[in-house]
């Protein structure tokens, strides 16, 4: 296994014990804006991702935090703070 992988690996496995953040800023029919939730790990916030139907721009970022009105995407991506995104 390809070193670069193996520590990819490890750093997703801590990652998953820790608090993260679903921000789900896109939405298919009806807009609600954007929205936010807190999550005891990525797991769980990749469960709830699935079960939101029509959240077409999403992604989960490290730690608690408060996301209110317009994201910038780009800042978190620069921040590093991104750990998974999804845009249809």
Known sequence: ???SF???RARMRTVQR???TLVVY???GNDPGTLA???PSLHAALRAVRALRNAIG???IRGKKAVE???????LRR??????EHMA
Do not use: P
């Open 58 to 60: 999403w992604l989960i």
């Open 69 to 75: 009105n317009d994201v910038d995407v780009a800042a």
């Open 37 to 39: 939730w807190v999550f």
């Open 79 to 84: 921040a590093g703070a991104v750990l998974v």
């Open 6 to 8: 193996r520590r990819f």
């Open 26 to 28: 896109g939405w298919q």
């Open 1 to 3: 296994m390809r070193t």
């Open 18 to 20: 820790k608090a993260v």
